[in-house]
Structure formats: structure tokens, C-alpha cells
């Protein structure tokens, strides 16, 4: 992200990062604005074992479909995205860019009518929603 937004600064464009508390003294030491949103990456690992202990022996591929639904989206999405959509209601930022795996950014964005753009590197992380029958 960080070459991304650079990029856009020297575009003239306005850059915030909306990131968990632990990480946004990081966003702050390269110089930009930052929202420090939601609970941290260790409370989101913490809450999400409380309530799926025994994810770590789920095979691979159903570990991922777990961790994707329950750990994105029920623990640090929801943690986020109140915090998120008051502030870019406040804002009113042209463009949301955002990781696949903070999702509290699109609901941000469709509850403010915001476009949005993800970005990613690597596989695609698995739809958070109810699995889709075989064709």
C-alpha cells in the first residue's frame, strides 16, 4: 500500500490510513494521516480463538473458508467498520483502497456510496459468505 499511496501524494491527492491501533504508529512514521480503528491484531487473534479454539486442525483449505467468515468479518470487520463509516462520512474521501482482508473498508464504502478499490497480492481470500453448492 505504501507505494500506492506515495504515488498518490505526489498526485496531489489527500492519503489517511484507517488501521488497527498496533499498526498505526507505523503508518504515522512514513508521514501520514492516520485513523487508528477497531481492536488490534492481537485482540482480533485473541477474540477470534476464544470462539474457534480448535481452528488450527482444520485442514487447510476449511481453515481458510473459518478464519475468512469468523475472523475478518465477525471479529475485526465488525471491531472497525462503526469507527470506519464515521470517518469517512466525515472526510469524504473520492476513493477507499484497501486490503482484501479488512472488510470493514467496503461496508465503509457502500454505506457512504464511496468507490472502493482492493488490493491484494496472493491468493484470493475465500468469499466470507455461505458456501456456494457445487455446479
Given at each position: 500500500m505504501?507505494?500506492?499511496?506515495?504515488?498518490a501524494v505526489r498526485a496531489g491527492h489527500e492519503v489517511?490510513?484507517?488501521?488497527?491501533?498496533d499498526l498505526a504508529p507505523r503508518a504515522q512514521a512514513y508521514g501520514f494521516a492516520t485513523w487508528a480503528v477497531g481492536l488490534s491484531s492481537d485482540a482480533v487473534v485473541a477474540r477470534y480463538l476464544?470462539?474457534?479454539?480448535d481452528s488450527n486442525?482444520?485442514?487447510p483449505p476449511e481453515?481458510?473458508?473459518?478464519v475468512s467468515r469468523h475472523m475478518f468479518v465477525d471479529v475485526a470487520a465488525r471491531s472497525r467498520v462503526a469507527e470506519m463509516l464515521s470517518r469517512v462520512r466525515a472526510?469524504?474521501?473520492?476513493?477507499?483502497?484497501?486490503?482484501?482482508?479488512?472488510?470493514?473498508?467496503?461496508?465503509?464504502?457502500?454505506g457512504t456510496g464511496?468507490?472502493?478499490?482492493?488490493?491484494?497480492?496472493?491468493p484470493k481470500t475465500p468469499a466470507a459468505g455461505p458456501a456456494r453448492p457445487a455446479a
Amino acid at each position: 500500500m505504501l507505494p500506492l499511496a506515495r504515488a498518490a501524494v505526489r498526485a496531489g491527492h489527500e492519503v489517511a490510513f484507517a488501521t488497527g491501533p498496533d499498526l498505526a504508529p507505523r503508518a504515522q512514521a512514513y508521514g501520514f494521516a492516520t485513523w487508528a480503528v477497531g481492536l488490534s491484531s492481537d485482540a482480533v487473534v485473541a477474540r477470534y480463538l476464544e470462539r474457534h479454539p480448535d481452528s488450527n486442525s482444520l485442514p487447510p483449505p476449511e481453515r481458510l473458508r473459518q478464519v475468512s467468515r469468523h475472523m475478518f468479518v465477525d471479529v475485526a470487520a465488525r471491531s472497525r467498520v462503526a469507527e470506519m463509516l464515521s470517518r469517512v462520512r466525515a472526510w469524504r474521501p473520492e476513493l477507499i483502497l484497501y486490503d482484501q482482508s479488512e472488510l470493514s473498508a467496503p461496508i465503509a464504502a457502500v454505506g457512504t456510496g464511496t468507490r472502493s478499490v482492493v488490493h491484494s497480492s496472493g491468493p484470493k481470500t475465500p468469499a466470507a459468505g455461505p458456501a456456494r453448492p457445487a455446479a
